[in-house]
């Protein structure tokens, strides 16, 4: 019995529902983007009633999202008599004892008072009347609306769920008879797209920052349309912590952001050192076709585009062979040759950089970046990470975190130590102790590297001497007898790099004093106290193992 | 009578050998300053804590022998160091900036073991 009652209950509602005269309005075209052009169309369904002679009814709409662009009447009557009026910065408050919907109810609510017009900025209305001596048919249109979607940006909402209202309806058959009016409450959009981005966050992830060899301050964003490189949409610096707000940008659309360093930071000719060659070294003995081919020694895939100095240009990388390695190895010994190569130092930097989360995943045996991204209503804010050419070790660079950027350890060279590594595990730098002196010897100034360690392959020290004081009269080694030594005098700038490297990895660099600078003073000196500084203090094993050497 | 000999010859033997000569720092100036003055048995006093080129710098020694006179980054690593042997007390000596990156640093003294016997900070600008 309950059950056959509610059914009674429900089909009563229909019939007094679809018995009473409509107020419809809906979109005739699909939009998706701001910008586009909403038409709505304003439609009269005669229902059960009688004809209609007057039709006016009040439309609010939010004039933050939406600008009426035009009002045309679709009747064709020569007879009917219409006038739209618009008030801007006003919103109505229904009556709220009766239904929103009930739209000849609400008419004689606000005729009576029962309902107003405020005023809220927010909101324009616009009163359509519509009279004629003969009545409209059954599902005519009496209007189209064109409405320009706006920006939701620098508003207080945050969708376009509520557009359009239809406030009340004042149809009259032609004695004066108030026709019974129903309609729907609102019109709304969801999936709107573009739009001012407003602020969008990026930053920058470096271990030139994370290290405090530099600071975020030291790198630029340059931001292109997807797919271009030539005309940027905007650019800008990172702040010392490596952040940056963007602004000027448009939701869902795609662009393409690039992270450079200053090349003109002095730190950078210490991004590339003997622990790079030797690491480029190894895979050249190991793994022969590198990480796109059989094996490698790497950890990383990227690390092939980034010791990738000789030949296809940076980023596409390519294989890494021994004239890669001889490429690093002539750069530390001060050697111009006939290549053009991709090392970077100070002034002539190769910049990498990409989506931190993706950076040097491996698609297709090849490590990617990708300069990519897309604000979106919920997703404003964007990591990068940056690394340079020659820099394998990632001192000067940012170490990827994908798991996807790591090589895994079926496809590790058999011949290192590396092949005995669980993927994803890495080479751990070890530490050992050095002494690095200066002191006066009989008038001049020595400069001594006195090392207890044994193991080493390679090493490299890149020492500045005050050259206002100071003139480098030698350089002796005492290394043994079977390592390659290096020595580049930068005299200009006060810089000398010495080292020496054993491309075999079978000899060490032998213990003692294996280095000593010899200095004549221009100059009466006591003491040299600040004289001589060291920037660069680093060894690497047979395994690869670099070694950061301390001291007390 | 034997014994006497052997002990005089042993005298002359000794007393023959060089005395322990530390090789002595020139100074140009002997006396310290009143602003270079420490008061305790050792340390390390700058002229100034911020300096442009060159600052002149006593080291005071409880003894004679070799120090150490380092200084440090702002992460306290190690970025120059020389070694001096000097005399007990007061040496004046100086540091030399020109080499250095404009920063702050911190210099020290210590003894040959690196046993820290006076400490400062010092700004280049």
């Given at each position: 019995?309950?059950?056959?009652?509610?059914?009674?209950?429900?089909?009563?509602?229909?019939?007094?529902?679809?018995?009473?005269s409509?107020?419809?309005?809906?979109?005739?075209?699909?939009?998706?983007?701001?910008?586009?052009?909403?038409?709505?169309?304003?439609?009269?369904?005669?229902?059960?009633?009688?004809?209609?002679?007057?039709?006016?009814?009040?439309?609010?709409?939010?004039?933050?999202?939406?600008?009426?662009?035009?009002?045309d009447?679709?009747?064709?009557?020569?007879?009917?008599?219409?006038?739209?009026?618009?008030?801007?910065?006003?919103?109505?408050?229904?009556?709220?004892?009766?239904?929103?919907?009930?739209?000849?109810?609400?008419?004689?609510?606000?005729?009576?008072?029962?309902a107003?017009?405020?005023?809220?900025?927010?909101?324009?209305?616009q009163?359509?009347?519509?009279q004629?001596?003969?009545?409209?048919?059954d599902?005519?249109?009496?209007?189209?609306?064109?409405?320009?979607?706006?920006?939701?940006?620098?508003?207080?909402?945050t969708?376009?769920?509520?557009?359009?209202?239809?406030?009340?309806?004042?149809?009259?058959?032609?004695?004066?008879?108030?026709?019974?009016?129903?309609?729907?409450?609102?019109?709304?959009?969801t999936?709107?797209?573009?739009?001012?981005?407003?602020?969008?966050s990026?930053?920058?992830?470096?271990?030139?920052?994370?290290?405090?060899?530099?600071?975020?301050?030291?790198?630029?964003?340059?931001?292109?349309?997807?797919?271009?490189?030539?005309?940027?949409?905007?650019?800008?610096?990172?702040?010392?912590?490596?952040d940056a707000?963007?602004?000027?940008?448009?939701?869902?659309?795609?662009?393409?952001?690039?992270?450079?360093?200053?090349?003109?930071?002095?730190?950078?000719?210490?991004?590339v050192?003997?622990?790079?060659?030797a690491?480029?070294?190894?895979e050249?003995?190991?793994?022969?076709?590198?990480?796109?081919?059989?094996?490698?020694?790497?950890?990383?895939?990227?690390?092939?585009?980034?010791?990738?100095?000789?030949?296809?240009?940076?980023?596409?990388?390519?294989?890494?062979?021994?004239?890669?390695?001889?490429?690093?190895?002539?750069?530390?010994?001060?050697?111009?040759?006939?290549?053009?190569?991709?090392?970077?130092?100070?002034?002539?930097?190769?910049?990498?950089?990409?989506?931190?989360?993706?950076?040097?995943?491996?698609?297709?045996?090849?490590?990617t970046?990708?300069?990519?991204?897309?604000?979106?209503?919920?997703?404003?804010?964007?990591?990068?990470?940056?690394?340079?050419?020659?820099?394998?070790?990632?001192?000067?660079?940012?170490?990827?975190?994908?798991?996807n950027?790591?090589?895994?350890?079926?496809?590790?060279?058999?011949?290192?130590?590396?092949?005995?590594m669980a993927?994803?595990e890495?080479?751990?730098?070890?530490?050992?102790?050095?002494?690095?002196?200066?002191?006066?010897?009989?008038?001049?100034?020595i400069f001594?590297?006195?090392?207890?360690?044994?193991?080493?392959?390679g090493?490299?020290?890149?020492?500045?001497?005050?050259?206002?004081?100071?003139?480098?009269?030698?350089?002796?080694?005492?290394?043994?007898?079977?390592?390659?030594?290096?020595?580049?005098?930068?005299?200009?700038?006060?810089?000398?790099?010495?080292?020496?490297?054993?491309?075999?990895?079978?000899?060490?660099?032998?213990?003692?004093?294996?280095?000593?600078?010899?200095?004549?003073?221009?100059?009466?000196?006591?003491?040299?106290?600040?004289?001589?500084?060291?920037?660069?203090?680093?060894?690497?094993?047979?395994?690869?193992?670099?070694?950061?050497?301390?001291?007390? | 009578?034997k014994?006497?000999?052997?002990?005089l010859?042993?005298?002359?033997?000794v007393?023959?050998?060089?005395?322990?000569?530390?090789?002595?720092?020139?100074?140009n100036?002997?006396?310290?300053p009143?602003?270079?003055?420490?008061?305790?048995?050792?340390?390390?006093?700058?002229?100034?804590?911020?300096?442009?080129?060159?600052?002149?710098?006593?080291?005071?020694?409880?003894?004679?022998?070799?120090?150490?006179?380092?200084?440090?980054?702002i992460?306290?690593?190690?970025?120059?160091?020389?070694?001096?042997?000097?005399?007990?007390?007061?040496?004046?000596?100086?540091?030399?900036?020109?080499?250095?990156?404009?920063?702050?640093?911190?210099?020290e003294?210590?003894?040959?073991?690196?046993?820290?016997?006076?400490?400062?900070?010092?700004?280049?600008?």
């Amino acid at each position: 019995m309950k059950k056959i009652l509610t059914l009674l209950v429900s089909v009563l509602c229909t019939i007094s529902v679809f018995g009473q005269s409509r107020m419809d309005y809906s979109p005739v075209n699909t939009v998706t983007q701001v910008g586009d052009t909403l038409v709505v169309k304003y439609q009269y369904f005669i229902g059960d009633k009688n004809e209609a002679r007057l039709y006016q009814f009040d439309i609010q709409h939010n004039n933050k999202l939406l600008d009426v662009i035009s009002n045309d009447w679709q009747t064709t009557s020569t007879s009917a008599q219409k006038a739209v009026n618009t008030w801007n910065g006003y919103k109505f408050t229904i009556d709220g004892t009766k239904d929103q919907t009930d739209f000849d109810g609400q008419y004689l609510s606000w005729l009576a008072g029962n309902a107003s017009y405020g005023a809220n900025a927010d909101w324009s209305v616009q009163r359509v009347t519509y009279q004629d001596v003969t009545s409209l048919s059954d599902g005519d249109e009496i209007m189209k609306v064109s409405y320009k979607i706006k920006d939701k940006s620098n508003t207080n909402y945050t969708d376009y769920t509520n557009l359009i209202n239809v406030n009340w309806a004042n149809y009259q058959e032609v004695d004066g008879t108030q026709i019974d009016v129903t309609g729907q409450s609102n019109l709304g959009l969801t999936g709107i797209q573009g739009g001012d981005a407003g602020n969008v966050s990026i930053s920058v992830s470096s271990n030139v920052i994370t290290n405090n060899i530099g600071d975020g301050s030291d790198f630029s964003y340059t931001i292109y349309n997807k797919g271009e490189n030539t005309n940027p949409i905007t650019s800008g610096n990172f702040d010392a912590a490596g952040d940056a707000t963007i602004q000027g940008l448009e939701n869902d659309v795609e662009y393409d952001l690039y992270v450079s360093i200053d090349n003109s930071k002095t730190y950078l000719d210490n991004a590339v050192t003997v622990s790079d060659l030797a690491l480029v070294f190894a895979e050249a003995i190991g793994a022969g076709d590198g990480p796109n081919g059989i094996s490698t020694t790497f950890d990383y895939y990227i690390q092939s585009i980034l010791a990738n100095v000789v030949g296809t240009s940076i980023p596409n990388g390519g294989d890494v062979n021994f004239q890669d390695s001889y490429e690093i190895l002539a750069y530390l010994q001060g050697v111009t040759t006939g290549n053009t190569p991709f090392i970077s130092k100070t002034g002539e930097v190769y910049n990498v950089s990409g989506i931190k989360s993706t950076f040097g995943d491996e698609v297709n045996g090849i490590a990617t970046v990708s300069a990519t991204f897309k604000p979106t209503d919920n997703d404003k804010s964007f990591q990068f990470a940056h690394a340079i050419a020659g820099d394998v070790n990632f001192s000067h660079g940012f170490e990827p975190t994908s798991t996807n950027a790591s090589i895994p350890n079926a496809a590790q060279s058999a011949t290192t130590a590396r092949s005995m590594m669980a993927r994803g595990e890495k080479f751990q730098p070890e530490t050992a102790n050095i002494d690095l002196v200066s002191e006066i010897v009989d008038g001049n100034v020595i400069f001594s590297i006195n090392s207890d360690i044994a193991e080493m392959v390679g090493s490299q020290f890149n020492i500045e001497y005050d050259r206002t004081r100071l003139v480098l009269d030698n350089v002796i080694f005492d290394t043994g007898n079977t390592m390659t030594n290096f020595s580049n005098h930068i005299e200009n700038e006060g810089k000398v790099r010495i080292g020496s490297f054993d491309q075999n990895f079978e000899a060490t660099v032998k213990t003692g004093t294996p280095y000593k600078l010899i200095f004549i003073p221009t100059v009466q000196l006591n003491n040299t106290a600040g004289l001589i500084t060291f920037k660069v203090k680093e060894g690497v094993k047979a395994d690869g193992t670099q070694i950061n050497f301390i001291m007390n | 009578m034997k014994k006497l000999l052997v002990l005089l010859s042993l005298i002359f033997v000794v007393g023959c050998q060089p005395d322990e000569i530390l090789s002595p720092i020139d100074l140009n100036q002997t006396e310290v300053p009143n602003s270079l003055q420490i008061d305790a048995i050792s340390g390390l006093k700058l002229e100034s804590n911020i300096v442009s080129d060159e600052v002149r710098m006593n080291v005071k020694l409880p003894y004679s022998g070799t120090y150490r006179i380092k200084i440090r980054d702002i992460s306290k690593e190690l970025i120059s160091q020389e070694k001096i042997t000097a005399n007990e007390g007061d040496n004046l000596l100086k540091v030399y900036v020109s080499s250095l990156a404009k920063d702050g640093y911190t210099i020290e003294l210590t003894n040959d073991i690196h046993e820290v016997l006076g400490l400062t900070t010092l700004i280049v600008n």
